[in-house]
């Protein structure tokens, strides 16, 4: 059977088929230790479970509208004006399965075929899959890491032509962990204003940051990058919601209109018993969100430290997200190995430790390392990539 030629093309996910196969090694007996998880390991917290349970036993399990409850719109507007400073009503929020399937939705209604979507690299391996599906054309600018592999206004300026629609943005990164200051935000912005075009600005872990610089968001410095921005957030890692699938789109009311009449046909609405689960994590104080943040910052410091120390592997330090992204290229090259995948696999195979091979990111000189585990686990993973390094480069 002839399949279509949109998912002809599709790209599977990198950090699943490492996950899939550390699973496989795990459930046949070996002590695996996964560092590929994107997900906060705490459970979600209690008063929103509650908060679920309460909306299940009071009837609230049928249809809701395809844009997501009133209530919880104007919970994320009161919320982006409290953080953020920027005023936006209920009709300019569309709640959805996920953030995953907010940027889906936006580039189902933003491109056309040809329409060109600018992709700094290191990217989250589901943008440039998304863009081609809605027909569209990513384009790689790659972040240098000696500027933190964050994109300059100079590289977005040469990147853009007549096609092209819309830049990604994503602060702080999947999978670097690198923040854009309120002066670069801007600076890019300026290109963007001048251009015309619409900037995706994807805010997922927005409260997972470790340093004193606050996140921003581009559309809070002025009116008119309000105008051009679509903000795309939700509860999955701020409240370790994961699971829940509730995520959202923050722009003008034509994007928005246009996602919800898509969302009408696609989802019918996101679940009803999470979006009120959403509602609570929204109109609750984040005394949780502050209690893990505080456990990341001590996992980070302490892993960052170790793997400082490691043979042939250098590293950035992030300052937001729960991922490091060491550059094992000189690793790679002491120990003979001809690409990341071969590393990731054999260091899984041999040591099993299973990280993410940058490559998935666009980035086949790194790998990803998620610190979602206990302290031990990580000292022990450090232990393992260590050892691994020194057998084979013969240290």
Not at 183 to 207: F, M, P, Q, R, T
Not at 240 to 258: D, E, L, P, S
Not at 344 to 352: G, I, K, P, R, Y
Not at 382 to 387: A, C, G, Q, V, Y
């Amino acid at each position: 059977m002839q399949l279509a030629k949109r998912v002809q093309t599709l790209t599977p996910s990198t950090t699943l088929a490492i996950t899939a196969k550390a699973k496989a090694l795990k459930d046949s007996g070996h002590d695996v230790i996964g560092l590929g998880a994107g997900e906060p390991d705490f459970n979600t917290p209690e008063f929103i479970i509650e908060a679920a349970e309460a909306a299940m036993r009071t009837g609230l399990t049928r249809y809701t509208p395809s844009g997501g409850i009133l209530p919880l719109r104007e919970a994320i507007a009161r919320k982006l004006l409290k953080d953020q400073g920027i005023d936006y009503s209920a009709d300019q929020i569309v709640v959805t399965t996920g953030a995953k399937h907010a940027l889906y939705t936006l580039f189902q209604v933003l491109l056309n075929p040809g329409d060109e979507v600018i992709v700094p690299t290191p990217y989250w391996v589901s943008y440039p899959e998304q863009i081609k599906l809605a027909e569209g054309e990513p384009v790689f600018v790659a972040g240098k890491e000696d500027n933190q592999f964050k994109l300059s206004p100079d590289q977005l300026e040469q990147a853009i032509t007549e096609k092209t629609r819309a830049v990604i943005i994503n602060s702080p990164s999947n999978p670097t962990g690198m923040m854009y200051t309120k002066a670069e935000l801007a600076a890019l912005g300026e290109v963007c204003v001048k251009h015309n075009i619409i900037i995706v600005s994807d805010e997922i872990y927005e409260k997972l940051i470790y340093t004193d610089q606050p996140h921003v968001s581009i559309a809070s410095l002025s009116e008119q990058l309000k105008k051009q921005t679509v903000i795309i957030n939700g509860v999955s890692k701020s409240h370790a919601m994961t699971g829940w699938r509730i995520g959202y789109a923050v722009g003008r009311k034509t994007i928005i209109k246009a996602m919800t009449n898509l969302c009408s046909h696609s989802t019918s609405n996101p679940t009803t018993i999470s979006q009120y689960a959403a509602l609570a994590a929204y109109t609750h104080d984040e005394t949780e969100i502050k209690q893990m943040v505080q456990s990341f910052n001590e996992r980070l410091t302490y892993t960052y430290d170790l793997l400082s120390q490691v043979p042939g592997v250098t590293c950035v330090k992030p300052q937001g997200a729960f991922y490091l992204f060491p550059n094992v290229e000189q690793a790679m090259d002491l120990c003979g190995f001809g690409d990341v995948e071969e590393f990731s696999t054999a260091l899984l195979e041999e040591e099993q430790v299973a990280v993410i091979p940058g490559s998935g990111f666009g980035a086949p000189k790194n790998i990803r390392l998620s610190y979602v585990i206990e302290i031990q686990q990580l000292e022990e993973a450090i232990t393992r990539l260590t050892r691994f390094i020194e057998r084979h480069a013969k240290i």
